[in-house]
């Protein structure tokens, strides 16, 4: 059975967080009432004439920046022609020969894979290189019923940025990654919210297959109708499988998109293929080309710290883990919110930060809808936590219980230790009472700690701990019976 190298490459779509459309005034709102937001230049009605918004072209020149592409100096517009009714123009405004972005890369984070993936990561540290980003104006949205389809024009005319990959993609899980990333990053620009979902982040597959030994691609199969992250990723695999079979029964594939349908986990042929040329790309006449250098100006200072520089920094600063660091880092709001407890307090370690964010308060946030947007819970608030345990008035389990009613009734700390009793007896000459009358009632272990066993010496605490009613701070009974046994 020959073997297939398998080639992909990713059509991402994402809609831009500007106030308004593209080329009109009308507002950019998901879930409005259907057909309320349109003027006569969004539905295409004779004699309306588009004008360019500033904000998109800066997102989009942003987004080029964070993704180390370059910007030629003119840019232009043009009219892609195609006849559908969710375009009543019969033509898109895009970019052709002369896009905002070309060139650059989208780095594939570990933690971006797949959870099953993520331990056989084949090509760890990837960039997957682009070879453009051009902006458009979104189509309609239509919605097909049994006998008839519906069309809302209040998407019509969204500011669109369309992220061309070059065919650099080699796995579903790759692909995977690769939107997982490029997600991360577009948030972490405030450029678009990437909500697959709310249908502002859409993606197109191309993937061809070719036997190995063979330099030129595979026909090029391309998949729509893909909503989530997991789509994709089962798309792909599907796909690869049908190609594979095709290719081994000697049939030949032919340049085409395919549709591909969740339910039934397959894809179906929509069209054979168009190439470039069958859309008649022509330079738009109302709008005129536009010099970039002053807008490229303008957004350089703009261009934020991205998440592996984010990661690297912590893990430098904070002295995190690499895992920790990922963690922290993949999300801006989560990551927002850890520095903004280890800026509360600066005497608490920073590890000791990440390692309650991560095991604990991502633990009950599984939980809680909204993530750590809505979390009740204030970065201060662990941090004074973390501080009062690293003081050693309280012990670590005593700590997550307090922890789980902090985020369920937003009390501070202090109140519910004082509430449960939970503040540790630190009195020195009070333990040194209970330590005495426990090693006096147990002269075997007292040798067997001055024989060198270790384990012996935290057998004392515990009974401190249990005379004590779990009171006596352990950090300063072990150092007494360490004083009293060993000298």
């Not at 894979?113 to 990837?126: E, F, R, T």
């Not at 920073?350 to 991560?358: F, R, S």
């Not at 389990?397 to 369920?408: D, L, S, W």
Request: hydrophobic share 35%.
């Amino acid at each position: 059975m020959p073997k297939y190298i398998v080639t992909i490459g990713l059509e991402v779509h994402a809609q831009l967080t500007t106030q308004s459309k593209m080329f009109c005034a009308c507002p950019r709102e998901f879930g409005a009432e259907p057909n309320t937001h349109t003027c006569p230049t969004c539905l295409g009605l004779p004699g309306a004439l588009p004008v360019l918004n500033e904000a998109a072209i800066e997102k989009t020149i942003l987004t080029g920046m964070m993704l180390g592409c370059e910007t030629p100096p003119i840019v232009k517009w043009d009219r892609k022609n195609y006849f559908y009714p969710d375009m009543p123009k019969n033509y898109q405004i895009t970019q052709f020969d002369l896009p905002l972005c070309i060139g650059g890369g989208v780095p594939l984070y570990d933690l971006a894979y797949p959870k099953d993936a993520q331990k056989s990561i084949v090509n760890p540290g990837k960039v997957v290189k682009l070879t453009r980003i051009h902006l458009e104006e979104d189509v309609a949205k239509s919605t097909h019923h049994d006998k008839f389809t519906t069309i809302d024009f209040n998407r019509a005319g969204t500011p669109l940025m369309e992220i061309v990959s070059d065919p650099d993609i080699d796995s579903a899980e790759e692909a995977f990654a690769y939107l997982t990333s490029l997600r991360q990053i577009l948030i972490y620009g405030g450029v678009s919210d990437a909500d697959m979902e709310k249908g502002n982040l859409r993606c197109d597959v191309n993937i061809s297959l070719r036997p190995e030994g063979q330099t030129e691609l595979g026909s090029k199969i391309e998949l729509k109708n893909l909503n989530s992250m997991s789509a994709v990723r089962r798309a792909i695999k599907y796909e690869i499988e049908r190609q594979t079979e095709a290719l081994d029964k000697g049939e030949k594939l032919i340049q085409s998109t395919r549709r591909w349908d969740d339910d039934r986990g397959e894809t179906s042929l929509m069209r054979t293929k168009e190439d470039a040329h069958d859309y008649r790309y022509l330079p738009d006449p109302d709008l005129i080309p536009l010099r970039t250098a002053d807008i490229v100006a303008r957004v350089r200072p703009l261009v934020p710290e991205l998440p592996h520089e984010k990661r690297a920094r912590f893990e430098k600063d904070y002295g995190c883990s690499a895992y920790d660091a990922g963690v922290l880092a993949s999300e801006k709001e989560l990551a927002t919110w850890y520095e903004a407890a280890v800026g509360a307090d600066t005497s608490v370690p920073p590890k000791k930060i990440a390692n309650w964010v991560i095991n604990d308060l991502l633990g009950i946030l599984k939980d809680s809808e909204g993530g750590i947007s809505s979390c009740p819970l204030k970065p201060e608030a662990l941090s004074a936590l973390v501080a009062v345990v690293e003081e050693g008035k309280i012990s670590n389990t005593q700590a997550k219980e307090v922890f789980a009613e902090m985020f369920e009734s937003g009390k501070p700390a202090s109140e519910i230790i004082k509430a449960k009793g939970f503040e540790q007896v630190s009195d020195t000459g009070a333990l040194e009472v209970i330590v005495d009358q426990i090693l006096a009632a147990n002269p075997d272990k007292v040798a067997e700690v001055k024989g060198g066993n270790e384990k012996a010496m935290n057998w004392f605490t515990g009974q401190a701990m249990k005379a004590s009613q779990g009171k006596a701070n352990p950090k300063i009974v072990t150092d007494i019976v360490r004083k009293k046994v060993l000298g």
